[in-house]
């Protein structure tokens, strides 16, 4: 059976390499992340990511407590270039070939993100990891990620979070929150969800490009829902049928 879909981008938060620890890097969490994707990409799918860097600093946080904004958000994306070599290297160690392009020139450790490379990376069945968001102050890693998957024309963007899917309330909290299955942009910004940034939302909308919000951390989920076309999570389309 042919995949789902043909080239992805995973959107992981940095928060969810914490696993059981309450700072820095899971290293159980970076490989069983790392299977999954593996499994993935062993079918022929083209795999991209991009993976923030809150669980070493926020830049938001950071403005809050006097720092200066621009200084922190540079901060934050030096941060996701850490979370990004370390998964690059969780990949390594399961054999998947990679690739680290960063916004922010750092050639010792990095390409440059040029998008014909980074595409032409994917075609080759590389792994590609988007690092130091867009390389600008005041953008997320969600609009990196949106930005990214935009630019190397991926099918969708999948974010796992530790929750399966988007709720009308925080599941966390109220234990009879509902989900939804799919759920139109428009209603998620109605509702005020909190699924993305709204700089990264309007991306998506502008560009048509599905969101599905999955949870990452239950073994298989990824791989259900890229290869074999389960729908898990909840899928924000643009436009219902």
Not at 73 to 96: C, K, P, R
Not at 100 to 123: G, Q, T
Not at 133 to 158: H, K, Q, S
Request: net charge negative.
């Amino acid at each position: 059976m042919a995949n789902k879909y043909k080239r992805i981008l995973l959107k992981l938060s940095g928060e969810a390499l914490l696993g059981e620890k309450g700072h820095g890097i899971d290293g159980d969490i970076l490989t069983q992340y790392a299977r999954e994707i593996k499994s993935v990409q062993e079918q022929g799918v083209e795999v991209s990511i991009v993976i923030g860097g809150g669980n070493i600093f926020r830049g938001v946080k950071g403005a809050t407590e006097g720092m200066d904004r621009v200084q922190g958000d540079y901060m934050g994306m030096l941060a996701t270039m850490i979370n990004s070599m370390a998964l690059q290297d969780a990949l390594e160690h399961q054999d998947v070939k990679t690739r680290l392009l960063s916004a922010i020139r750092m050639e010792a450790i990095a390409e440059p993100f040029i998008r014909r490379r980074a595409v032409r990376h994917l075609e080759k069945g590389r792994v590609v990891i988007f690092g130091a968001g867009t390389g600008n102050p005041y953008f997320t890693t969600d609009t990196a990620g949106a930005l990214r998957a935009i630019e190397v024309e991926a099918d969708v963007i999948l974010k796992g979070t530790r929750v399966d899917g988007i709720y009308d309330s925080d599941p966390e909290k109220n234990p009879d929150a509902t989900k939804f299955d799919t759920i139109t942009g428009d209603e998620v910004l109605t509702r005020r969800l909190n699924v993305m940034d709204l700089t990264a939302f309007t991306l998506c909308r502008e560009n048509n490009t599905p969101i599905i919000v999955f949870n990452m951390n239950t073994e298989g989920n990824f791989k259900k829902i890229v290869c074999d076309g389960e729908d898990l999570g909840t899928t924000v389309v643009w436009e219902l049928d």
